[in-house]
Structure formats: structure tokens, C-alpha cells
């Protein structure tokens, strides 16, 4: 198996690589994972940046001291995928960003949907967004990611039609697409928006203004996916086929 994950906030190092790793990250290290000298982790600010390290011993239940010798960056993927998730109800969202970030989505970008039922709004709102976070850091973590996927604020019918102008290729999942997202033609490199409308589906004013935005609509297969699994389904036959799988 490969090394665990654990989250830091630097790489400073003390005299001779000698590194702390303490707080939360180093208590789950210590008492849950109960890892000891000789054994093998991985550090990571979650931006890209990761150390290779080799565990030294422990002090207390909270306290792992590693070996840190160097630092390396992971660059960016390309192309760059953002999955536009349409606000599930319950617990789903946070199932979507899960999955999503285990098959290596870059960017969520939460939606609220004509026919959502569940709204983000005041407090609800911020711990909803930071459920949807911290889950994305856990599964960033459990799948060995060393740049975790960026969950953006909520966006508005017209934020989502901007971020798809923008885009080197947009796509809106809908039934109504006559081409498979299978057979797309995608691009090596630059930006991949693709949207994944609520239970009740996308509504035609806001598929129009997405069509108009330069995103077409397309199907995914044969079977109704709900709405917490179709994004990571999608993303990944898009992986597979840019090549970020191979």
C-alpha cells in the first residue's frame, strides 16, 4: 500500500531534516494510525507541494517526528476539470465531492439550481460549503492526492454561464444530448467545464442560457444516474479519455 497522507502547513525543517508533525494531523498519525519509526508518509500542503518522509518515532499521543529531506511540486493536470454540481439534498453533496476527488476532479463548484430543493443560504450556507471542504481535504487524503480539488464558493446560474464561456470545452449533462460525452471531442489542455444538473434536472431557461454560453448538452449513457453520482461518472470517462489516466 502506498504511503498515508498527511496535511502540513510548511516544510521548515529542523537541523538535520528533522520535522514535527503535531496538532490533529499528528495525533490521527499517532493514535489512529498508530504509525512507528521505519514506516513511510507522505506530507503535502494539499497545493501541489509533497515531501517523502520516514518516520523517526513519536513523542506523546500527538507528536510524529519524521525525516524530511526534500521538497517536490506535482504541476497542474491537463486539461483542468471542474464539475458545476447542482446542490444535492441530505448528505449526497457531500458524497459527490468524495468521489469526485478520489477519481481526480480539480475544481467543485457548487450550484444552486432552479429545481434544487436544498438552498444554501446565511449559516446553513457556510457549513454546508465547509462540509463540502473539509471532505475534499479527507478524500484528497484517503485517495493519496497531494493537490487536493479547490471547492469554490456557490455560484449563480449566471456565475456558472461565465465559468462555461470561459472554458476550452463546456458540456451541460442532459438528456436531451444527442451526443454521447464518450465520443466528445476534448482538448489536450486548458479548461473542461461540465455541469450536473439536480434530481429534477436542469430547467430549459437555464439550459439555453448554458448553450448560449458556448456548452452543449450531452448524454451520458443509457441509465438515470442521480445527481450525487453522475459528476464522478462523467469525469471520469472524461479522464480516460484526455489521457489523465493513462
Known amino acids: 500500500m502506498t504511503a498515508p497522507v498527511f496535511v502540513v502547513g510548511h516544510f521548515d525543517a529542523g537541523g538535520g531534516g528533522r520535522y514535527v508533525l503535531d496538532g490533529p494531523e499528528g495525533r490521527h498519525a499517532v493514535s489512529v494510525k498508530r504509525l512507528r519509526a521505519g514506516e513511510d ?5 494539499g497545493a501541489g507541494r509533497w515531501a517523502d518522509c520516514v518516520v523517526l518515532g513519536t513523542e506523546g499521543k500527538d ?41 481526480g476532479v480539480d475544481a467543485v463548484v457548487p450550484w444552486a439550481a432552479a429545481r434544487c430543493i436544498t438552498q444554501w443560504k446565511g449559516e446553513r450556507g457556510a457549513r454546508a460549503l465547509a462540509k463540502w471542504r473539509a471532505t475534499a481535504r479527507e478524500a484528497g487524503k484517503q485517495s493519496r492526492r497531494v493537490r487536493f ?3 469554490a464558493e456557490a455560484a449563480t446560474t449566471k456565475q456558472v454561464a461565465a465559468l462555461l464561456r ?15 460525452l464518450a465520443t466528445a471531442e476534448l482538448p489536450a489542455a486548458g479548461e473542461i467545464v461540465l455541469v450536473v444538473g439536480p434530481e429534477g434536472g436542469v430547467a430549459p431557461e ?15 449513457g443509457r441509465s438515470v444516474l442521480r445527481t450525487s453520482t453522475a459528476g464522478t461518472a462523467a469525469a471520469a470517462v472524461l479522464l480516460a479519455r484526455t489521457g489523465r489516466w493513462s
Do not use: C, N
Not at 206 to 215: D, Q
Open 166 to 180: 470561459d472554458a476550452d470545452f463546456a458540456a451541460v449533462l442532459h438528456e436531451s444530448g444527442e451526443v454521447p
Open 149 to 151: 480539488p479547490e471547492v
Open 63 to 103: 507528536r510524529l517526528i519524521v525525516q524530511l529531506d526534500s521538497v517536490s511540486e506535482e504541476p497542474p493536470e491537463q486539461p483542468r476539470v471542474t464539475v458545476v454540481q447542482a446542490l444535492p439534498k441530505g448528505d449526497r453533496g457531500e458524497l459527490a465531492v468524495e468521489t469526485m476527488t478520489e477519481v
Open 206 to 220: 437555464e439550459l439555453a442560457l448554458f448553450e448560449e454560453a458556448g456548452a452543449g448538452a450531452y448524454r451520458l
Open 41 to 45: 508518509v507522505v506530507l503535502t500542503d
